[in-house]
């Protein structure tokens, strides 16, 4: 089995709209109702998916401010944007937070997950399942409606699908970058391919090429 090294994902969103209980729900597959956490907390632990083997750390945040969010960027991978459907100004912070993530998605890329948690509480719901699905749209992330409190399999897809994708840009990073060609070094090539002080004659032998 390889491991190809660690994955830094950040928790966030409004108070009491279930970061810790989404977290706790996807590292033991328990529901715990109440946690009394004034820090933020650090997790490790390796998850082996698609038989690879990953070290995953996730930072349980209990408060932020603008100061930490830039640190968070410089520390993580990814994020996890939590609100709570019964709850729409957490929403609105969410799109906040999406919001100014997106300013800093270039040149560092992080992957995103939008989470709508305490779904169980649809007699109550003040969010719509479709405006969560347009946020994620509107800010390139992926979206996942859970109920920490009733299921571990919603919450375990949503960080997977995660942690997926940040494995596939931590790939593609590791790749040689790919030059863009300009004008110039497209004949350049093109002449060390056919050779510069080749004779008319032998130009009219050559294969046309498109590009
Ligand atoms: N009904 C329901 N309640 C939930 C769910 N997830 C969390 N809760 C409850 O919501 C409350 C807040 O949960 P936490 O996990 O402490 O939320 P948090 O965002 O970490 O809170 P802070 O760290 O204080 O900002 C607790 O009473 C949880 O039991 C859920 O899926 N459904």
Excluded at 74 to 79: C, M, Q
Excluded at 164 to 185: D, F, H, M, W, Y
């Amino acid at each position: 089995m390889t491991n190809i090294g660690r994955i830094r994902t950040v928790v966030l969103g409004s108070s009491r709209v279930g970061k810790s209980a989404v977290t706790v729900r996807y590292l033991t597959k328990r529901y715990i109702g109440e946690y009394s956490s004034n820090t933020d907390l650090l997790y490790r632990h390796d998850v082996t998916f698609d038989s690879v083997l990953t070290e995953v750390e996730i930072l349980d945040t209990c408060k932020y401010s603008t100061t930490c969010l830039y640190d968070h960027i410089r520390w993580a991978d990814a994020f996890v944007i939590v609100y709570s459907v019964v709850d729409l100004s957490s929403f609105n912070e969410a799109q906040y937070l999406l919001d100014e993530l997106s300013k800093h998605k270039l040149p560092s890329y992080f992957a995103t997950l939008l989470l709508g948690n305490k779904r169980d509480l649809d007699h109550s719901r003040l969010v719509a399942v479709d405006a969560g699905q347009e946020l994620s749209l509107r800010f390139g992330c992926q979206f996942y409606e859970v109920s920490a409190a009733e299921n571990f399999a919603g919450v375990s897809l949503a960080f997977h699908s995660l942690l997926r994708e940040t494995r596939a840009v931590q790939l593609l990073r590791g790749l040689p970058i790919r030059r863009k060609l300009g004008v110039n070094s497209v004949s350049k090539v093109l002449g060390t391919i056919f050779g510069k002080n080749s004779s008319k004659r032998d130009r009219k032998k050559r294969p046309s090429l498109s590009i």
